[in-house]
């Protein structure tokens, strides 16, 4: 199993509403990134999960909030959202040699529209 | 500072003839990878080649090859053979230090090819 799964495909959801993206991994691999990717644009990391512990966050605002309840899942909480805030959200993880990162393996992205 | 530059905004190919993806990196980590991914329309981060920066060779898959100057600090992709799928948005990523979860992938711009029949 060589995937990383993201759901759903889309949402759609309102600026009141809160709801979550999933993220899952079976390959083993220690380390699950969060990226956001607005249209045109490159991936922007938001959040690194490594062995299931927040190591780093590139100071997201406080209406996504993301959470690893183990290994093989990510998730991202998501509440009180603005328009501008529509997006791909793309999840990966991450595998290593001898302290090297060589691959990173990237799910096919929630795409998320706030209305 | 920019850390990964890619300058060609899109290009154009005949299907069956190569083509050179370029881009520039600046780093002072001596420790560092970098990474080349295929985003076609569908959005998938799709893998396509990784150099390490104490690689001694360039790093070849498939078709795909890529070109590593390391005084020049360039790391340009080269497809072999265009084929009309190759049409997608392409991405240089550069990962800075070595540990999986203290690191940071920090992708360029993209370029977008387009190949022609």
């Known amino acids: 199993d060589t995937e990383v799964t993201q759901t759903p495909k889309h949402l759609v959801m309102g600026m009141t509403n809160k709801k979550s993206l999933k993220c899952e991994q079976h390959?083993?691999?220690?380390?699950m990134y969060w990226y956001k990717q607005k249209a045109k644009k490159p991936p922007e990391l938001m959040f690194v999960?490594?062995?299931?512990?927040?190591?780093i966050n590139e100071s997201v605002p406080s209406r996504f909030s993301p959470e690893c309840p183990n290994s093989s899942l990510l998730n991202l909480h998501l509440h009180a959202l603005q328009p501008e805030d529509s997006a791909l959200y793309l999840c990966?993880?991450?595998?290593?040699?001898?302290?090297?990162?060589?691959?990173?393996?990237f799910g096919s992205g929630t795409r998320l529209t706030v209305v | 500072a920019q850390k990964i530059t890619q300058t060609q905004p899109g290009m154009f190919v005949q299907e069956k003839e190569a083509v050179t993806l370029d881009c520039t990196y600046d780093?002072?980590?001596?420790?560092?990878?970098l990474f080349w991914y295929k985003q076609p329309s569908s959005g998938e981060m799709i893998f396509l080649i990784y150099q390490g920066s104490y690689d001694q060779q360039n790093a070849t898959e498939g078709r795909y090859s890529l070109n590593f100057q390391k005084a020049r600090k360039s790391a340009n992709l080269v497809i072999s053979a265009s084929q009309l799928g190759d049409s997608a948005m392409y991405f240089c990523?550069?990962?800075?230090?070595?540990?999986?979860?203290?690191?940071?992938?920090?992708f360029g711009k993209g370029m977008k090819l387009t190949v022609n029949p």
């Open positions: 780093t002072s980590d001596p420790s560092y990878g």
């Open positions: 990966a993880s991450s595998q290593a040699r001898s302290g090297f990162v060589y691959g990173y393996t």
């Open positions: 999960y490594s062995y299931e512990k927040l190591s």
């Open positions: 390959m083993g691999h220690r380390a």
């Open positions: 990523a550069m990962r800075e230090g070595s540990q999986g979860g203290s690191e940071k992938l920090v």
